[in-house]
């Protein structure tokens, strides 16, 4: 005899991929533990462009690490337009401050 447990197939549960988008040089492994406190994430970097908004946008990360430097106009835009589009509020944004490579030149 057959009980509807029996009929039921079971299928394998997808676990829900986590993507984090870097934006800017890729930060140390230690910036990127502590931005996802021990969660696996899919990571993709992405230049600091013009169409960084709009891959982030697009793709809609679960996380948004951003790495700037102390006088980073670009990346400070990004991060605001992140934050009051309203498709884009909710995605947490791990800022990374950096120093400045032409803080280093001896030109």
């Known amino acids: 005899m057959m009980t509807h447990t029996d ?5 394998p ?4 991929v986590r ?5 800017g040089r890729e930060p140390d492994t230690r910036v990127l533990e502590a931005a996802t406190d021990g969660v696996a994430y899919d990571v993709v970097v ?8 709009s891959r982030i946008k697009r793709q809609a990360p679960s996380l ?15 991060m605001s337009m992140l ?7 909710h995605i947490p ?3 990374c401050l ?8 001896d030109v």
């Open 7 to 11: 009929t039921v197939q079971h299928r």
């Open 13 to 16: 549960t997808r676990r829900a």
């Open 19 to 23: 993507t984090m988008m870097v934006v």
């Open 46 to 53: 992405v230049e600091p462009t013009a169409t960084a908004y």
């Open 64 to 78: 948004v690490v951003l790495t700037m430097g102390f006088d980073d106009i670009q990346a400070c835009q990004l």
């Open 83 to 89: 934050k009051l589009d309203r498709e884009t509020s």
């Open 93 to 95: 944004v791990f800022t």
């Open 98 to 105: 950096v120093e400045s490579m032409s803080a280093h030149s």
